[in-house]
């Protein structure tokens, strides 16, 4: 490479950019980049904004010329959006930069184009100018997201095909689901550890350590979309304040298990979960600790049963519970064709899963259930539980499992069961 190509290729960002920090192929409107904290999501809106206004050359006019820039306030626009390390004017060549214009609150480039700023706090502020390009920054941070996200809209009216980009870490708010439910959206998405190359080792380090494992963790570290349903019995909040990294001295160890009701590839999962309760003193103050979700999904009963009983050992569980209103007396004939002598008990539903969840909640709301991490799938199924049933797909098996593990140990606690002694006879 000569001189003029190696001063050039810093600001070159299709040659360093991540996967998920360049914009898909198609005729889109919107393009959404969810990520964790630290995935490169604002150097991929500051660089979007760069190829769109930019031309060949320096006073080459671009393919957008009038630029909205909202953030959640305005000093977030301007100390992240335009003057971050990963910000617009940092991004851009020196024969290109823009200058900012504090008055205005604007950036203007060398050809004539312009990026101003505007605070989704204060959404009036967007209503009369018109754009062709927009970037929006955390928008799922959004406190007025409805009105200033209207307001956006009404104003990206300009040029043959106006497009914007929405920057965020994932959070369950209604904008951000319709947002992505539109056939003119698109999508890129990558977890912190994407953009290691670029992060503090000790950074990385300590967000694992403190969030790893966790529903908090997933949101912010892998960049996931979580579900937290209206009306739901358990909301993320709930649950990272039920968050403990071991648990106490436990009384009583139970594997829970709800069967899946065909045993063929396409069954629903097996939920099997491993809960253990410290039942000194009087009812009212005995606490539990959900320790692993162990569901598989078991295209045999024979390989669910194996799983449970695994699980037993690992703990070592005094008691398997299994609902039977499926499978009835072939649940138990199954566990015991490879333990005999296990300690077993079999529930039948006679409620609703919604009825059956009620109490189990009220021990949550009473700070009496611990979690520890590693319990993310359960988690995410128990935040679709709600009053007028499960609101994701299919079957809420991991949460029928918690809920009997949990009415076993604390609810309707049943006789403190031991697995057999064996006796030989002379």
């Known amino acids: 490479m000569n001189d003029?190509?190696?001063?050039?290729?810093?600001?070159?960002?299709?040659?360093?950019?991540?996967?998920?920090?360049?914009?898909?192929?198609?005729?889109?409107?919107?393009?959404?980049?969810?990520?964790?904290?630290?995935?490169?999501?604002?150097?991929?809106?500051?660089?979007?904004?760069?190829?769109?206004?930019?031309?060949p050359a320096p006073l080459s006019p671009g393919r957008a010329g009038r630029v909205a820039l909202i953030g959640e306030t305005f000093d977030q626009v301007r100390d992240v959006m335009v003057f971050g390390d990963s910000g617009i004017v940092a991004c851009a060549p020196p024969d290109r930069r823009p200058?900012?214009?504090?008055?205005?609150?604007?950036?203007?480039?060398?050809?004539?184009a312009t990026a101003t700023s505007f605070s989704a706090s204060?959404?009036?502020?967007?209503?009369?100018?018109?754009?062709?390009?927009?970037?929006?920054?955390?928008?799922?941070?959004?406190?007025k997201v409805d009105d200033a996200w209207d307001m956006l809209q009404f104003a990206l009216r300009?040029?043959?095909?106006?497009?914007?980009?929405?920057?965020?870490?994932?959070?369950?708010?209604?904008?951000?689901r319709r947002l992505l439910t539109l056939s003119s959206t698109v999508t890129t998405h990558a977890p912190t550890t994407a953009n290691r190359a670029n992060l503090a080792k000790s950074f990385l380090e300590e967000i694992e350590a403190r969030y790893g494992g966790t529903r908090l963790g997933r949101q912010e570290l892998?960049?996931?979309?979580?579900?937290?349903?209206?009306?739901?019995?358990?909301?993320?909040?709930?649950?990272?304040?039920c968050r403990?990294?071991?648990?106490?001295?436990?009384?009583?160890?139970?594997?829970?298990?709800?069967?899946?009701?065909?045993?063929?590839?396409?069954?629903?999962?097996?939920?099997?979960?491993v809960a253990g309760a410290v039942t000194e003193g009087a009812p009212g103050a005995w606490r539990a600790v959900v320790l692993e979700d162990a569901s598989v999904k078991a295209a045999k009963p024979i390989d669910w049963a194996r799983a449970a009983l695994d699980a037993m050992e690992r703990y070592g569980a005094d008691r398997?519970?299994?609902?039977?209103?499926?499978?009835?007396?072939?649940?138990?004939?199954?566990?015991?064709?490879?333990?005999?002598?296990v300690p077993y008990r079999g529930v039948r539903a006679a409620k609703g899963k919604s009825a059956r969840a009620e109490p189990v909640a009220a021990l949550y709301e009473q700070g009496r259930v611990s979690h520890l991490r590693g319990l993310?799938?359960?988690?995410?199924?128990?935040?679709?539980?709600?009053?007028?049933?499960?609101?994701?797909?299919?079957?809420?098996?991991?949460?029928?499992?918690?809920?009997?593990?949990?009415?076993?140990?604390?609810?309707?606690?049943?006789?403190?069961?031991?697995?057999?002694?064996?006796?030989?006879?002379?």
């Open 4 to 55: 003029a190509a190696l001063i050039a290729l810093p600001y070159v960002f299709e040659f360093w950019a991540l996967d998920h920090q360049l914009p898909p192929e198609g005729d889109w409107r919107t393009w959404v980049i969810l990520g964790g904290r630290g995935a490169g999501k604002t150097r991929a809106g500051a660089e979007w904004v760069r190829a769109q206004v930019e031309g």
């Open 99 to 112: 200058a900012w214009e504090a008055t205005k609150r604007r950036l203007v480039w060398p050809n004539g």
């Open 122 to 143: 204060e959404p009036e502020g967007l209503r009369g100018p018109q754009f062709d390009a927009a970037w929006a920054d955390e928008l799922a941070k959004w406190k």
């Open 158 to 176: 300009l040029g043959d095909h106006p497009r914007q980009v929405v920057t965020t870490t994932p959070r369950d708010v209604p904008i951000l």
């Open 222 to 241: 892998e960049g996931v979309l979580l579900d937290d349903r209206e009306g739901a019995f358990w909301s993320t909040a709930m649950l990272e304040d």
């Open 244 to 273: 403990i990294d071991g648990p106490p001295p436990l009384s009583r160890i139970v594997v829970a298990v709800d069967p899946p009701v065909t045993g063929h590839a396409g069954s629903d999962e097996c939920g099997i979960v």
């Open 320 to 341: 398997l519970v299994a609902e039977v209103n499926q499978g009835g007396d072939l649940v138990e004939t199954v566990i015991r064709q490879i333990d005999p002598l």
């Open 376 to 426: 993310g799938d359960l988690e995410d199924q128990m935040c679709l539980m709600t009053v007028q049933g499960f609101e994701g797909k299919g079957s809420p098996d991991r949460v029928d499992a918690l809920v009997w593990a949990l009415t076993d140990l604390v609810v309707e606690p049943g006789a403190k069961w031991r697995r057999p002694q064996v006796r030989t006879l002379l």
